[in-house]
């Protein structure tokens, strides 16, 4: 029994996800644009902010653009795994992540995301329906695989501004979505 037990807390363990960095702004689940605007005062500094997303976007794009230093960013899921870091995507230093079928936004310089400026989903499909953490800081900064480990040794930045652009397509569109597939399938 004792040994059953001892072996139940050893598995237990092995899956306890890394405590979550403390935010200083949640954007919940976005449709459309939001932003957020604070100050980077420190060396060394991370700053999170946190996202929801629901399962029904077709794409998001989250751009540092605005802040008046260098930045680097990484998006973590709710665990502490890496999705995605990204320095320079978007304006001058600034960072931009692309995913899903793109937005076709301009977020970035013409030689940036793709070659053109635009998101279009340079950063994959997707990440999925989850809780998702976004650490900023100021270049030069790196981002662990997992356990939210990001480490800076930037010095203090100034302002910075985190923009999300979203959507969630209405249940109307995502039917039509439906049988417009459902068409092309047919006329195979």
Known sequence: MKKALALALV????????????????FGTVNGMESYTGSHTASGQVIWVSIDL???ETYLDITSNGTVFDTEIGLYRADGTLVTSNDDDGISLQSTL?????SGLLLGDSWNLGGNGLAEGENGAMPGAG?????L?????TFGATGFDVTSTGTAGGAYTIT???????????ALLGLGGLVARRRR
């Open 54 to 56: 629901s399962g029904g």
């Open 131 to 135: 809780h998702y953490y976004l650490a």
């Open 137 to 141: 800081s100021r270049y030069n900064t």
């Open 98 to 102: 692309s995913f899903g079928t793109g």
């Open 164 to 174: 999300v652009y979203s959507n969630i397509p209405a249940p109307a569109s995502l």
């Open 11 to 26: 598995a237990g363990l092995g899956s306890v996800a890394a405590a979550q960095p403390t935010t200083v702004y949640d």
